[in-house]
């Protein structure tokens, strides 16, 4: 069975990092001090764009990869890397465990590193404990910290860290990248269907494989139904924006609305991204008054924020 395209190029190394040249160039900086080396990094940025990835790099670039290999995904388990989704552990316990377990020297490695991702979801408490391990972290320790929110966590914790953001890619490093990965896998890419993976992928690089891999094998107008058609069903917020586009009913969006798991503000930003592409696309009226009602940040307001704005585009309150 063919591995998923989204894994099998996933970068192992920072030369292999598609597009952030600033962002990659500062790491690159940064590991290469002969002192001075942080001990908290925080990576921010869209779902989808490579905070992770980046992370689990500069892991490997500190000696403790995810694995004991040269690539991700092969080779045993590293006991001296932990990597933890903060939106399953999310209770002071969690930390609590972790500052006992710091004090325990590398088995295999130069440290022990924690990756924990999507931070922003820790509970308030056990952000309190975390900001104790950030101001005391241990020389033989690396704090590896992934949100989509850096606004949800405390202000002293994001004080604590040296930050790297990450941006979704421009559509001519997205349009390069497809157009390697399709010569690699021999998959027949025409401008029109390169046009409609880019417009769908909304600048984040997995979500462009995840629908390219939806395409492999498939001919003619199957494609581009295909493309749209995984587009909507991986983002909703894809699906919301057609709808509104559309002129849907209250009912329809909020079913819709319902079904979401992303953070409110990642979804706002990826309906303003979509909706940015149609509207330059076609001029289609209906985008910019879509934009008008997503134009404010969901930091403060969160879900009902998001529902408001939402019913403000169907409504046409602006």
Known sequence: ??????????????????????????????????????????????SGCGKTTLARIVAGELGTPPRLSSRSGEGDPNPDFTEMDSAD???????????????YAPVACPFRVWLLDEVHQLSKDAQ???????????????????????????????????????????????????????????????????????????????????????????KGEAVREAVEQ???????????????????SWRDASTILKTM???????????????SAVLLNSGNPRCYAIMQCFGRNTYDTGRAGLAMMTFAAISGRV
């Open 1 to 46: 069975m063919n591995q998923p395209l989204h894994l099998l190029y996933r970068p192992a190394s920072l030369a292999e990092v598609v597009g952030n040249r600033a962002t990659v160039q500062s790491l690159q900086t940064l590991l290469e001090r002969p002192d001075g080396m942080p001990h908290a990094w925080m990576f921010t940025g869209p």
């Open 89 to 103: 552990f999310r209770g002071i316990d969690t930390i609590r465990d972790l500052r006992r377990a710091v004090q």
């Open 128 to 218: 309190s404990a975390l900001l104790k391990l950030l101001e005391d972290t241990p020389p033989h320790v690396h704090l590896l910290l992934a949100t989509t929110d850096p606004d949800k966590l405390l202000p002293t914790i994001r004080n604590r860290c040296h930050t790297f953001t990450v941006a979704p890619l421009p559509e001519s490093e997205m349009a390069g990248m497809l157009t390697r990965v399709a010569r690699a896998e021999k998959i027949p890419l025409t401008d029109d269907i390169l046009n409609a993976l880019c417009d769908n992928a909304l600048g984040s690089p997995r979500m462009g494989l995840v629908l390219m891999d939806k395409i492999r094998g498939l």
């Open 230 to 248: 995984q587009a909507a069903e991986t983002n909703k917020a894809i699906a919301l924006c057609r709808a509104l586009i559309k002129g849907c």
């Open 261 to 275: 798991e992303d953070e409110p503000e990642t979804v706002r930003r990826a309906v303003l991204g979509y909706a």
